[in-house]
């Protein structure tokens, strides 16, 4: 995906983390410490992928007062509500051992219910390519492998497109790039940074 907004000629910046060795709150402010130096330098729109979209909603609004804010969020199969997989698998010692704090913090309802919306112009994208029916944690309900529709929609997205892809696929769509790259274009030509939050 990267590859694909860089040819369109926008600058791209990626923030790393890793949910084994910190906290979902070491994360935040780590993150909110990198967009106030984006920020500083120009217009930006920031990605998220699952998690990350999270860890942005989190710490946009954690950003000072007076901080230049992104022009477009787009959310990549971003839970906005609790996780029924991860309320299934939380007392799996191996899912809370890799996952740790941030594990707990998607199977948490009130921790999830308290990360505020996003209050920018923000995109949802869903993938809706996992498996459904009988075989699926999921029921009859659309989801992509890892999350379900209703777990990554909400009343305050500017607009949600749905696109017959898996959870962990969404980030190298070529498909999600366009999007991307479209909005962008629309919202503000002169957009100079797009930053991916795995």
Same mark, same amino acid.
């Given at each position: 995906m990267l590859r694909h907004i860089k040819k369109a000629?926008? #600058? #791209?910046?990626?923030?790393?983390?890793?949910?084994?060795?910190?906290?979902?709150? $070491?994360i935040q402010v780590r993150l #909110?410490? +990198?967009? $106030?130096e984006i920020a500083a330098k120009g217009d930006y729109v920031l990605i998220g992928h699952s998690l990350?979209? !999270?860890? %942005?909603?989190?710490? &946009?609004?954690?950003? /000072?007062?007076g901080t230049n804010q992104p022009k477009h969020v787009? &959310?990549?199969? @971003? /839970?906005? *509500?609790?996780?029924? &997989?991860?309320?299934?698998?939380? *007392?799996n010692?191996?899912?809370r051992s890799v996952t740790r704090d941030c594990g707990h913090l998607l199977s948490s309802i009130e921790r999830m219910a308290a990360i505020p919306c996003s209050k920018h112009s923000t995109t949802g994208i869903a993938g809706i390519k996992g498996l459904s029916g009988k075989l699926s944690p999921f029921g009859k309900e659309f989801n992509d492998g %890892? !999350?379900?529709? @209703? $777990? !990554?929609s909400a009343d +305050?997205?500017?607009d949600q497109v749905k696109l017959p892809i %898996?959870?962990?696929?969404? /980030?190298?769509? *070529?498909?999600v790039a366009q999007i991307i790259i479209q909005r962008i274009n629309c919202k503000d030509t002169h957009a100079r940074f797009s930053n991916q939050i795995p």
């Open positions: 000629g926008i #600058t #791209t910046r990626c923030f790393g983390y890793s949910v084994s060795l910190q906290s979902f709150s $070491e #909110t410490r +990198w967009i $106030e990350g979209g !999270v860890l %942005i909603r989190s710490a &946009l609004s954690s950003l /000072p007062a787009f &959310l990549l199969g @971003s /839970p906005i *509500k609790a996780c029924h &997989l991860a309320q299934r698998f939380h *007392k010692i191996l899912f %890892i !999350v379900s529709l @209703s $777990e !990554v +305050w997205l500017t %898996i959870h962990s696929l969404l /980030p190298s769509s *070529k498909q």
